[in-house]
């Protein structure tokens, strides 16, 4: 695991070194600038882009071609951030304040509309068109087109899953996998276009990308229970006081004695809601099982993700992939 953590760290540089380039500040507006790059600065795992360069390699091909779109998709996912936060009306990420807490909400939204014309322009640089080809350049930015839409759609389904008492598991897993899994499936897609695949292996890496992202957000949804405020970069529990419907809340509300279940009810939604009553609510969805059901879903997905790099030939990069997928489920829990 460790030689992937390093393997990561160095994707990390390069990508930064690419993105920072691309985002040079505006001397002219600079507050554009320094809310656009704000949480780009303040951390974050890079492992779309990773996953990108590593699909890309998985198949035969030169990571280094993949590195300006690697970094389009971490904009790209950086513009999703702000506009999550201001819909959530989230204060903190990455352990920091959000962009739309110190700008106001005008200029975060602007900042965002701005993170998303660079992620064409990374693409459709006029050396990157040179170097992939006109034909795939223009395929990876529909390939992206296509991927903000179902992000888009993710994303008004995960608020009105919220409102809705009786959210089922299938709504959840269809909202996951548009608004987060989709990401990790189109930056494997990506990698695999660019590292000129064969159809099988383009599948193979697509469903390994949705499966991995499912495991993922999931594995995110019980962090944001059972870790901590350091760990997370925001106060724990936030997820219930948005009133989000997570695999863990639909399960609890489903299978919990009436008296357990009120205790979760209580604060579902509430932003005003005590520590204390979110306390007792984290801990009678981890006593009835809750927490373990989601950890299992995510497992299954794991395996999911990592059966189906069988039809790519061996190779460090497919093993690496493996790692990640391990990554995304062991970290914290």
Known sequence: MSRLLDEIRLCCEEVDRFIFKLLEPDKDVPILYESSIHLLK????????????KSCEA????????????????????????????????NLRRGVPTVHTVWGVPQAITSG????????QAVCRPEVVERIGYDRAVRIVDMIAEAMIDIAKGQTLD?????????????????????????????????AVLG????????????????????FQIVDDILGLVSNEEELGKPVGSDLREGKKTIIVIYGLRRLPTRS??????VLGRRDASDEDI????????????????????????????????????????????ELARLFVDRKL
């Open 42 to 53: 303040a951390g974050g795992k890079r492992v779309r882009p990773f996953l990108a360069m």
């Open 59 to 90: 198949v035969g091909g030169d990571p280094s071609v993949s590195i300006p779109i690697a970094s389009a998709i971490e904009i790209l996912h950086t513009f999703t951030l702000i506009h999550d936060d201001i819909m959530d009306e989230s």
């Open 113 to 120: 509309d701005y993170l998303f014309a660079k992620v064409f």
């Open 159 to 191: 608020l009105i899953l919220q409102s809705k008492i009786d959210a089922s598991e299938g709504e959840y897993l269809e909202m996951i996998k548009l608004k987060t899994a989709r990401l990790f499936q189109v930056s494997a897609e990506i990698g």
């Open 196 to 215: 000129e695949c064969s159809r099988e292996e383009f599948e193979a890496l697509s469903n390994y990308g949705l499966k991995a992202g499912l495991a």
């Open 261 to 266: 279940k009120s205790l979760v009810t209580r």
């Open 279 to 322: 306390k007792k609510a984290i801990d009678v969805l981890t006593r009835y099982g809750c927490v373990d059901y989601a950890k299992n879903m995510a497992l299954r997905f794991r395996d999911e993700a990592i059966a189906s790099l069988s039809k790519l030939k061996p190779s460090r990069s497919r093993e690496s992939l493996e």
